[in-house]
């Protein structure tokens, strides 16, 4: 997902409940984004609302590591691991232990890899 995306449901060749979405991250009330007043209007926003425009959330550092807040890696206040959202809409909380490798490739859509539900 990202801004001005023509990507359809059908290019999601990896299946839908197989392919992430939408990650947690933390964010900090300092973010350069809300001192910009054309963006955030009286620095009264949230950090995000720029996510999707930016493309700022990876999975490259797994979950949970807890990177600098610029390089954008998937984290959470839980404990053992992060919320996501699917392409079929489902929740689902995966482990920081995950294997990296897997949680890469449920971040792609049309990568070809074979993922069951009891890999992660």
Same mark, same amino acid.
């Given at each position: 997902m990202y801004h001005d995306s023509a990507i359809r449901m059908s290019g999601i060749?990896? *299946?839908?409940?197989q392919t992430l979405l939408v990650g947690e991250t933390l964010c900090r009330d300092d973010d350069d984004y809300k001192n910009d007043s054309t963006y955030c209007p009286n620095q009264q926003c949230k950090v995000g609302r720029s996510w999707v425009w930016a493309n700022r959330v990876t999975t490259t550092y797994g979950v949970n590591s807890f990177v600098d807040f610029?390089?954008? *890696?998937?984290?959470?206040?839980?404990? *053992? *691991?992060?919320?996501f959202v699917f392409a079929d809409g489902h929740v689902g909380f995966l482990s920081e232990n995950i294997n990296q490798k897997l949680l890469?490739?449920?971040?792609?859509r049309a990568g070809g890899e074979v993922i069951s539900n009891t890999d992660y």
């Open positions: 060749s990896d *299946g839908t409940s610029w390089l954008a *890696g998937v984290t959470s206040r839980h404990v *053992g *691991g992060a919320n890469e490739d449920l971040t792609t």
